[in-house]
């Protein structure tokens, strides 16, 4: 079971990037996809998540209208959209799946599979 973010890079304030998570090993059926991210000298925190179906997106307050979640469940692959990015976007971000009812979705220990980080460098 893996997965495996990529696509961070560095991006000067008010760019866009694009996050990948590829997914192998298992179909991850009925399983929540979510992003998080961990800024220098912080805990990890929720960024946004979605639905095996789609049919819900969930997002942090601080990247609402910001940052847009997909997938595309055909391909195993999870995304994260981001734009309008700030200094305070800088962190490293984590794809992450898991099974929770609703109320945990914002909840690290939910998810029990997560990839390795990639490094998202905003300046200003």
């Known amino acids: 079971v893996q997965l495996q973010a990529s696509g961070g890079g560095l991006v000067q304030a008010g760019g866009s990037l694009t996050l990948s998570c590829a997914r192998s090993?298992?179909?991850?059926?009925?399983?929540?996809l979510g992003w998080f991210r961990r800024a220098p000298g912080k805990e990890r925190e929720f960024v946004a998540a979605?639905?095996?179906?789609?049919?819900?997106?969930f997002y942090a307050d601080s990247v609402k209208g910001r940052f847009t979640i997909s997938k595309d469940n055909a391909r195993k692959m999870l995304y994260l959209q981001m734009k309008d990015l700030n200094p305070e976007d800088t962190a490293a971000y984590y794809c992450?799946?898991?099974?929770?009812?609703?109320?945990?979705?914002?909840?690290?220990?939910?998810?029990?599979?997560w990839g390795q980080g990639t490094q998202v460098t905003v300046s200003s």
């Open positions: 992450a799946a898991g099974t929770m009812a609703l109320s945990g979705i914002r909840m690290e220990g939910m998810y029990g599979y």
């Open positions: 090993g298992r179909t991850f059926s009925s399983y929540t």
């Open positions: 979605i639905t095996w179906s789609a049919s819900g997106t």
